[in-house]
């Protein structure tokens, strides 16, 4: 059968109902994941007695405006946040009432995120731009509640395949990630094939396997080199007007294998796991017909996309024909991709941009909350780091606190990544040495000083705690040559110091 330009492109923009449900279960439990992780550390990040407690990071924030988080410091009111994202996530889940969850998913979302920036990184934001358009997709027209309940109320044909202005600009949106990251990395560390080595070196975020195959360095300068042009080349075949169900199928398989050896080799929180979820959003319908699964469980699928009439696909529930609907959310949704296009294009070429341009692009994602960066150790650090919390306790001894061995002058030790819980204390101390993270240096060494002296008796509280950020390179003359920056420092009282009655008094800092 002879298709028009503008049917192919459809082929392109399409994904099927089935894709979109799958995504929707797995962002639900993505979201569920997430808000386990962060209880965790609820009394260190979101509670009053914290490091970070409302007043601080409203004062620090230039939109506090956006984050309900950040309306009260009363742990009450940050745990009833917490219940309705849970609650909401589950809703999203099963598909209930599945366009209001999404988008109280993405609300709540991006206002934990609003809550303490320092400790979010690229899963995070993924996560939030999956949200954001998938208000705008059919996540509930398979597999959900929602359609149980209309099938049951008015039985209906529903069209298997989706193609909107929110499909292409999800679409779109995943490619950018991943064009984004691998322009970040066309520089000399990349292209000369260190990329990996340094970053499965680095240590702050290296897991085991990571530490073996930065030995490697006949594979590691392959890997980078590939890396680059996967990165590059890759995501333009989503666009491939011809075969592209072969092509989505290789793309996903590849894609999903990539992020499975990053999960496997360094720390990167969910990351990995979100990025899969985007991908199964573009499974084509040709793969639910081969496993026969349709639009319920336990229902046949019908024909599939290429044995129907190419105008069929393109038509709601209602059976009125597909159109470019010039209404407020398709407004939104072309609005919304031109900003995320053009904030791109501003982080890869910022001088390309004419000022006004420029101007009404960030303000646009900073109201949004669309706005993103996808360098992805673009410029790995040609070192090792890691952090040392040098206490010295009433009884004379001296540990460190996050690794709990004693002395001061360790060498770095052979895995820093697990001296931290997760992944968010990680994102959060290697961000202390910069401006972005240096108003929380001083109350995270108080926040430690204190859970410590609560879990000890007389003879082991601190008398003095020391934050250290350690460094040693792994290229150049300096080779193995360690230095420690200071980064925070407590006295209990007595001591000196000007901090010392934060340490005993938490409410009032």
């Not at 009394?43 to 230039?62: D, H, I, K, N, T």
């Not at 008015?154 to 064009?179: C, E, G, K, N, R």
């Not at 008398?463 to 407590?490: D, H, I, T």
Request: charged share 15%; proline share 6%.
């Amino acid at each position: 059968m002879h298709l028009t330009i503008v049917e192919r492109f459809r082929r392109v923009i399409e994904l099927d109902v089935r894709s979109l449900a799958l995504l929707r279960i797995a962002l639900g439990a993505l979201l569920l994941a997430d808000l386990a992780i962060r209880v965790a550390d609820f009394s260190a990040m979101y509670a009053p007695e914290g490091f970070a407690p409302v007043g601080l990071v409203r004062g620090l924030e230039p939109h506090p405006w956006w984050s309900l988080y950040l309306a009260s410091g009363d742990a009450a009111f940050q745990a009833g946040l917490f219940l309705i994202a849970a609650v909401l996530a589950g809703m999203l889940m099963i598909g209930w009432r599945t366009r209001l969850a999404t988008v109280g998913c993405w609300l709540l979302l991006a206002s934990l995120h609003g809550r303490l920036p320092v400790v979010n990184n690229a899963g995070d934001t993924l996560l939030r731009m999956l949200l954001f358009w998938g208000m705008f997709l059919p996540l509930g027209r398979a597999w959900s509640v929602d359609w149980r309940a209309k099938a049951i109320k008015t039985p209906m044909d529903v069209p298997h395949a989706s193609a909107s202005s929110a499909t292409f600009a999800y679409i779109l949106q995943l490619a950018i990630v991943y064009w984004a990251a691998g322009w970040a990395k066309w520089n000399d560390a990349w292209l000369a094939g260190d990329g990996v080595h340094d970053a499965m070196s680095f240590g702050l975020y290296s897991l085991p396997l990571g530490q073996w195959l930065a030995e490697q360095r006949a594979l590691t300068r392959a890997l980078s080199v590939g890396t680059v042009w996967l990165e590059l080349v890759a995501p333009c075949l989503l666009f491939a007007p011809l075969g592209t169900t072969p092509l989505r199928l290789v793309l996903i398989a590849t894609f999903i294998a990539f992020h499975i050896g990053i999960a496997a080799t360094v720390t990167v929180g969910l990351f990995s796991y979100v990025a899969v979820a985007a991908w199964l959003a573009l499974l084509p319908g040709a793969f639910w017909d081969r496993l026969g699964v349709g639009v319920a469980v336990g229902v046949a699928p019908k024909p599939s996309a290429g044995s129907r009439d190419v105008l069929s696909l393109y038509r709601d529930a209602s059976g009125r024909p597909f159109v470019w609907r010039r209404s407020a959310a398709a407004l939104l949704v072309w609005t919304s991709l031109a900003a995320v296009a053009t904030w791109n294009l501003w982080q890869a070429a910022a001088d390309s941009l004419p000022d006004r341009l420029r101007s009404w692009t960030r303000s646009y994602v900073n109201t949004v909350m669309l706005r993103q960066a996808w360098s992805l150790f673009g410029q790995p650090p040609r070192e090792r780091i890691w952090f040392v919390y040098e206490a010295r306790l009433n009884d004379g001894r001296r540990l460190d606190l996050l690794s709990r061995r004693p002395g001061v002058d360790q060498p770095c030790p052979e895995l820093p990544a697990l001296d931290f819980a997760n992944h968010r204390w990680r994102k959060l101390h290697w961000r202390l040495r910069f401006d972005a993270g240096r108003p929380y240096r001083q109350p995270l060494a108080e926040y430690m000083a204190r859970q410590w002296n609560a879990a000890h008796g007389p003879n082991e509280q601190i008398a003095e705690l020391k934050l250290y950020c350690c460094r040693e390179p792994l290229a150049g003359a300096a080779v193995g040559a360690q230095s420690r920056e200071l980064l925070a420092q407590v006295a209990a009282p007595g001591t000196g110091g000007n901090f010392a009655n934060a340490v005993l008094s938490p409410g009032e800092f």
